[in-house]
């Protein structure tokens, strides 16, 4: 009973976890245009980029959002689709 209240009122851990990550998929989207406007090959190197960062001490929340846009810019390319917002929280969750 008293669990079915909080619930109600502070969310489920479920839903208040979905919730802390919707800042980072606002920040990936704000990075769409951004990563449109690099080349193929300038969106290839960012992996490079990446591994380069991660041997520098920088860990991969580090590099999360700015992964997930360039991932999300290859997908538009690759396949021409674009993940949704949920898509890239699902990921995150992963």
């Known amino acids: 009973m008293?669990?079915?209240?909080?619930?109600?009122?502070?969310g489920t851990q479920n839903e208040r976890e979905i919730k802390a990550m919707q800042p980072m998929a606002a920040a990936i989207s704000e990075l769409e245009p951004q990563m449109q406007q690099l080349s193929d090959i300038d969106l290839a190197a960012k992996t490079i980029e990446f591994r380069e960062r991660l041997q520098q001490g920088q860990t991969l929340d580090d590099l999360l959002v700015e992964a997930f846009a360039v991932c999300r810019e290859a997908g538009r390319r690759v396949l021409n689709m674009r993940h949704f917002d949920v898509q890239l929280i699902g990921g995150m969750v992963l």
């Open 2 to 10: 008293i669990d079915n209240v909080l619930a109600k009122i502070f």
